[in-house]
């Protein structure tokens, strides 16, 4: 198979609810464009039917697959399924379409910037959050001053669930990624800083979806501590 020009990577744990439509409205929008393009799964270790739901769509369709990994959460799911994958650009995108795909057009070439990595952004301008609950928003707005003030600078969303990295710069980048959790995302702006490589964020189309996995108070919390651990972790370049 010739280099996917994208390959699209998706993490999934207890997705039974969604992994089917997802997985159809993804490989629908795919398969409508004129390059080469992949789906890469990250499941690791969903005990609902998520696994059986994607084994369906496999068997149809050769350029979607799946890793099956060991549980440990969102960032090593994520950071599996980029390393696997083989694009020239590579989309994180969360199961839930919370940013439907079609917008990564917003990000790629020749539309995006001309960057290494293109952050979808629901604060950036252009962006709209659409249906969130008001504490939900705020719980975020406070996340994203504590990364300002901890860890990365300068960002007005750091968490959304659609960011497109440069192939080039995603095995180097992703294979030096510790966190585990969901604040992988703030280690590798981090990490991309330290390197020198370029950033920006574009506005996107948000629509909040329910049944979350994060858990407000205890993930919050892991996640704040995790802010200065990814400082102390990265005190000096590797
Ligand atoms: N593989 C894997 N994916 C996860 C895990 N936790 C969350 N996800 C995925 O991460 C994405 C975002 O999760 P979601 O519940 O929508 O989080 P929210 O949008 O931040 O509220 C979805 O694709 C989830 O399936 C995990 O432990 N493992
Ligand atoms: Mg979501």
Not at 21 to 42: I, K, M, N, P
Not at 97 to 123: F, H, K, N, T, Y
Request: hydrophobic share 40%; charged share 25%.
């Amino acid at each position: 198979m010739p280099q996917p020009f994208l390959s699209v990577v998706i993490p999934a744990f207890n997705e039974e609810l969604r992994i089917s439509d997802t997985l159809s409205q993804v490989v629908e929008y795919l398969t409508a464009q004129d390059y080469e393009w992949e789906v890469v799964v990250a499941d690791d270790g969903s005990q609902d039917h998520t696994a059986r739901l994607i084994g369906q769509v496999i068997v149809e369709h050769p350029n979607v697959r799946v890793l099956r990994l060991p549980h440990r959460g969102k960032g090593w799911a994520v950071k599996n399924g980029m390393l696997a994958a083989q694009g020239e650009y590579r989309l994180l995108c969360d199961a839930d379409l919370s940013v439907p795909l079609a917008q990564v057009e917003r990000l790629l070439p020749p539309l995006g910037p001309d960057c290494d990595i293109v952050l979808g952004s629901r604060e950036a301008p252009g962006a709209a959050r659409i249906g969130e609950p008001t504490r939900r928003h705020l719980m975020g707005r406070v996340f994203n001053f504590l990364v300002s003030r901890l860890t990365v600078s300068g960002l007005a969303d750091t968490q959304c669930g659609f960011k497109c990295f440069r192939g080039a710069v995603a095995q180097d980048l992703f294979q030096r990624q510790t966190m585990d959790g969901f604040s992988f995302d703030v280690e590798l702006l981090f990490l991309a800083r330290q390197r020198g490589l370029t950033f920006a964020e574009v506005g996107v189309d948000w629509y909040y979806r329910p049944q979350s996995k994060v858990r407000p108070v205890r993930d919050s919390l892991a996640m704040t501590l995790d802010l200065l651990k990814i400082r102390w972790r990265h005190r000096t370049p590797a």
